[in-house]
């Protein structure tokens, strides 16, 4: 656990490639880093739209002191039906990570005994039911069973199914490619597109009710016409019989 810093870039890119990427560079000589060497240290990054949660505790890309790293960045959109198999919020501002997020901190600051983690969502700042964890023996037992439930995955599992999902949603796929870590005091970190087109996987409805109505109009009309047609000849039938027999 330690600082999170996000970056916010609200431009649009222009062309494709490494070269249109956007550049950052890490001053490590400006964080306290110990003695230990390798992925004990360093830093998280996530990538994510602006409405979703950070979930570095969970996912994320590790880059470690003097490591270059560039990423490439594909970009899929879902749009789903909403379904009362499978229901789905369209509301723009909703985010199922944030749910989940907030469902899992909600009942774990409930198991804490009414009290929350430093890094917990300001949300829980403003209930007036929790307070922070101050003590060492509160802040200890919390991030004792912070550790196990999040290993354990019961409860997020349990939040997982309790919200639904977005019916449009955005998902950044990274594909990441580093340079081995050596004793420089500045990382180099490149984003990009590789390409300016992405997928969009939609979901449709294969026989919908127009499709449905359609059909059975049709099948009706048939069965009928048929039905018609076939008490027409068995009357022309009978009616030449009765002559041919009185003749």
Same mark, same amino acid.
């Given at each position: =656990?330690? *600082?999170?810093?996000r970056? $916010? ?9 490494? /070269? %249109?990427?956007?550049?950052?560079? +890490? !001053?490590?000589?400006? %964080?306290?880093?110990?003695?230990s060497?390798?992925r ?7 990538l $994510?739209?602006?409405k !979703?949660?950070?979930?570095?505790? +969970?996912?994320?890309i590790q +880059?470690?002191?003097?490591e270059? +790293? ?23 501002? &909703?985010?199922?990570? $944030? ?7 909600? @009942? ?5 005994g ?12 403003? /209930? ?7 003590t060492?023996e509160? &802040? /200890? ?9 999040? @290993? /354990? ?19 950044y ?15 180099k970190? *490149?984003? &990009?597109?590789?390409? =300016? ?17 359609? !059909? ?7 069965f ?18 009765? @002559?041919?027999?009185?003749?």
């Open positions: =656990m330690g *600082v999170c810093f970056h $916010h870039y609200n431009g649009s890119i222009q062309s494709s490639g490494i /070269n %249109f990427g956007l550049q950052l560079k +890490i !001053d490590w000589s400006r %964080f306290l880093l110990g003695e060497q390798g004990d240290q360093g830093l998280k990054i996530f $994510h739209p602006g !979703d949660e950070a979930l570095t505790e +969970i996912d994320g +880059i470690t002191p003097g270059d +790293i560039s990423i490439a960045i594909r970009l899929k959109e879902f749009q789903s039906l909403n379904r009362s198999a499978n229901p789905c919020m369209y509301a723009s501002a &909703y985010s199922k990570s $944030h749910c989940v997020n907030r469902c899992f901190q909600g @009942f774990l600051a409930e198991v804490f009414k009290c929350y983690l430093p890094f917990m969502g300001t949300f829980l700042e403003e /209930n007036e039911n929790f307070t922070r964890c101050e060492p509160s &802040y /200890n037992q919390a991030m004792m069973e912070f550790n196990r439930q999040r @290993f /354990n995955g019961t409860l997020w599992a349990g939040c997982e199914r309790r919200c639904l999902i977005e019916c449009n949603k955005i998902v796929t990274p594909f990441v490619e580093s340079v081995a870590p050596s004793l420089k005091k500045i990382s970190l *490149v984003f &990009y597109f590789p390409e =300016m087109s992405y997928e969009i996987v939609q979901e449709k409805e294969a026989y919908d009710l127009i499709a449905l109505l359609c !059909d059975v109009g049709g099948t009706f009309g048939l009928l016409g048929c039905s018609i047609l076939t008490l027409v000849e068995l009357l022309e039938f009978i009616v030449i019989f009765i @002559f041919k027999k009185n003749a």
